[in-house]
């Protein structure tokens, strides 16, 4: 018999992972995939931070923070220890997972839990652990609303995992996803029902098991925060009662979209656009929004072989990105859209269709939009234009012509609204229905929209009023809508160097950050 074959049996045998961590591996070296060594080594120093500040604090609330993978263990045990700190009665849980999409024996997640418990052992002054695996639920049945978000879930995580859109459910990754989620809704609600915190506290809350505890939560009326990272330093995006993912604006600009903005705040907004447009990047964004440097207009009408015809730029998502993950409006998929769109677009050789593929595509591994398209299309018609990922085109030259915008969920729906364009917007996005933009609820809408721009693209440009709107919205989502924060997932080691829990709960900190604290605990957003 394999080894394997002898970890399957021992995996279905009471605490004989339990004996074996006790008298074999607590003596060895841990070197699973599954590994919290930057929390081993940090853990003990920042306990004691927040220690010193939690005999001194008013009492808080009942805090449940949950959290699977390794890498937002180590981030979501530090955030727990700092809630901790600030005298809230924190309850850690975790799932001691290294990967949401490969198999893993039962045996060895049982290893990976006790490690885990050993680790994160050294916070109990200030956190009760508790581990999801190991918790009984107390029936296996569940309500039927908590069937559908974990058939849901696991319908997100195959799309996330495989970069598809259709999702048959016989697929392996599915099936696996079903499995875990599945226990983990009937684990939270055992653990919430009996426990009932005040608030529970999740990263993203849409896909992987921290997507079915966020529904678990909200099905048993806890308020519940989730939490997630976008491209910049110091910055959190924070939703209450609401998957972050959503983007869920409407307070936002309800509170601030009647707001002018200040020559600064022009100005501040001008230098991020010009970066994203130059290919570099500016102040704590961290990333480049294209990789070759803007040529102008008049370089991509020439490359592509442009006349003075009327240019509509469709510009695509990545394929299983979250922020199309459940976009639907009309269409019944993004893939669906764009069929439907360019079938469209055949016959009308009085304007030029520019496809541009999102870039972000070079480093996915699904369907590609390129394949949707040419299988659509067959042989290209002249007046189509199909931009690759890979190829050396700025987008923000294309925007340079376009005469009219078409696009699903991505931002550059609203940098084209910035500059006048007319844009039509079928997905569920957050910069939707703001006043600057098409927004068609059925195809019957969204054809009638194309026909009437499409008369006249030169007279349907955005009035002054528009533009000053998406300018508006543009600063309060890139801004705004960000709360400041200490640290950021991706630079979790220097930015603890640079910012230590004692300096978060430390007065200089708690003028920083206090009220995102207060926020992620459950104190209405401020606007």
């Known amino acids: 018999m394999d080894r394997r074959a002898i970890k399957e049996i021992l995996g279905e045998l009471p605490f004989t992972a339990e004996v074996y961590w006790h008298l074999v591996q607590r003596h060895k070296t841990w070197q699973a995939h599954f590994h919290l060594d930057f929390l081993e080594s940090i853990l003990p120093t920042a306990v004691a931070e927040a220690e010193a500040y939690m005999r001194s604090a008013p009492q808080g609330k009942k805090v449940f923070i ?274 439907q769109t360019v079938e469209y677009f055949i016959t009308r050789d009085d304007v030029q269709l520019i496809i541009r593929v999102h870039p972000g595509e070079t480093l996915a591994h699904g369907t590609s939009m390129v394949d949707v398209v040419k299988e659509k299309l067959g042989e290209i018609p002249a007046h189509i234009h199909l931009v690759e990922p890979e190829e050396k085109i700025n987008t923000y030259d294309v925007l340079d012509i376009t005469d009219l915008g078409l696009v699903y969920t991505t931002t550059v729906g609203l940098e084209m609204a910035m500059r006048g364009i007319p844009v039509i917007v079928s997905g569920q996005t957050h910069y939707r229905d703001r006043g600057f933009t098409h927004d068609p609820d059925t195809w019957e809408d969204y054809y009638m929209m194309l026909e009437g721009l499409l008369k006249a693209p030169a007279e349907a440009r955005l009035t002054e009023k528009q533009v000053e709107l998406a300018w508006r919205y543009a600063y309060l989502f890139f801004f705004t809508f960000p709360e400041p924060f200490p640290w950021h997932l991706l630079d979790l080691r220097e930015d603890l160097t640079e910012r230590s829990v004692e300096f978060v709960l430390g007065e200089e900190g708690e003028a920083r950050y206090g009220k995102t604290f207060e926020f992620l605990t459950g104190k209405p957003l401020e606007w």
């Open 66 to 339: 949950f959290t699977s993978l390794h890498y937002w263990i180590e981030f979501s045990a530090l955030l727990g220890v700092v809630l901790a700190g600030r005298g809230h009665d924190v309850t850690f849980s975790f799932l001691p997972y290294a990967s949401w999409n490969e198999p893993i024996q039962k045996f060895d997640l049982r290893r990976q839990n006790l490690y885990a418990r050993q680790i994160l052992s050294a916070a109990r002054p200030l956190l009760k652990v508790q581990s999801l695996i190991d918790v009984q639920p107390f029936s296996e049945t569940l309500a039927p609303e908590l069937v559908r978000a974990v058939e849901d879930v696991s319908i997100y995580d195959t799309q996330y995992s495989l970069q598809i859109e259709d999702v048959t459910k016989q697929e392996d990754i599915y099936k696996l996803r079903y499995e875990r989620n599945l226990e983990a809704a009937q684990n939270a609600r055992a653990w919430l029902m009996a426990h009932r915190p005040d608030v529970a506290i999740i990263p993203n809350g849409t896909i992987q098991e921290m997507g079915v505890v966020y529904r678990v939560a909200r099905h048993l009326n806890i308020p519940t925060m989730t939490f997630e990272f976008g491209d910049q330093r110091e910055r959190i995006w924070i939703a209450q009662d609401a998957e972050i993912m959503r983007h869920e604006t409407d307070a936002l600009w309800a509170a601030k979209g009647d707001e002018a903005l200040t020559d600064d705040q022009t100005q501040q907004l001008e230098a991020l656009f010009s970066a994203r447009e130059g290919a570099k990047t500016w102040k704590n964004f961290a990333r480049k929004w294209q990789d070759t440097p803007t040529k102008g207009g008049a370089a991509v009408r020439q490359k592509l072989g442009l006349d003075d015809r009327p240019v509509i730029l469709l510009a695509t998502n990545v394929l299983g990105d979250s922020l199309t993950l459940g976009r639907q409006v009309f269409s019944r998929t993004m893939a669906d859209w764009i069929e």
